[in-house]
Nanobody, 120 residues
Framework: VQLVESVGGLVQPGGSLRLSCVAS????????MGWYRHAPGKQRELVAT???????TYAASVKGRFTISRDNAKNILYLQMNSLKPEDTAVYYC???????????????WGQGTQVTVSS
C-alpha cells in the first residue's frame, strides 16, 4: 500500500487547510487510517483516526477544530483543519493499518509527510 499526501502550506493563525491522502495498492488490506504529526523538538503525535465504519477519534488538542473523513470509494483520507494555531505547525503524516485476509495485523503504511506551517 502506498500513501501520498497532498501538499501542505503556510496558513495564518485562525485559517483553514484541508489535507488529503490517496491510497493505492492492496486497498483491501487497509483497516483504520489516521493522521499523525511531528513538530520539531516534540514526539510524534496522533492527531486523528477513523475506522472502516467511519467512526473518528481525535486528540484533545485538535478536537472541535479538525475533522477526519474518508472516501472509501476513492481511497482518499482527508483532514479538514480549522481555527489553526501556531502550535499546529508540524509535518503531517497519513497512515493506515494493514491486515491480512485471515485477520492478522501486518503493520502500518506511511505517507511521505507534508509540512503545515501556521504563522502570521
Amino acid at each position: 500500500v502506498q500513501l501520498v499526501e497532498s501538499v501542505g502550506g503556510l496558513v495564518q493563525p485562525g485559517g483553514s487547510l484541508r489535507l488529503s491522502c490517496v491510497a493505492s495498492g492492496i486497498i483491501a488490506s487497509i483497516n483504520d487510517m489516521g493522521w499523525y504529526r511531528h513538530a520539531p523538538g516534540k514526539q510524534r503525535e496522533l492527531v486523528a483516526t477513523i475506522n472502516n465504519g467511519g467512526v473518528p477519534t481525535y486528540a484533545a488538542s485538535v478536537k472541535g477544530r479538525f475533522t477526519i473523513s474518508r472516501d472509501n470509494a476513492k481511497n482518499i483520507l482527508y483532514l479538514q483543519m480549522n481555527s489553526l494555531k501556531p502550535e499546529d505547525t508540524a509535518v503531517y503524516y497519513c497512515s493506515a493499518s494493514l491486515w491480512s485476509a485471515s485477520g492478522s495485523f501486518e503493520g502500518r503504511a506511511w505517507g511521505q509527510g507534508t509540512q503545515v506551517t501556521v504563522s502570521s
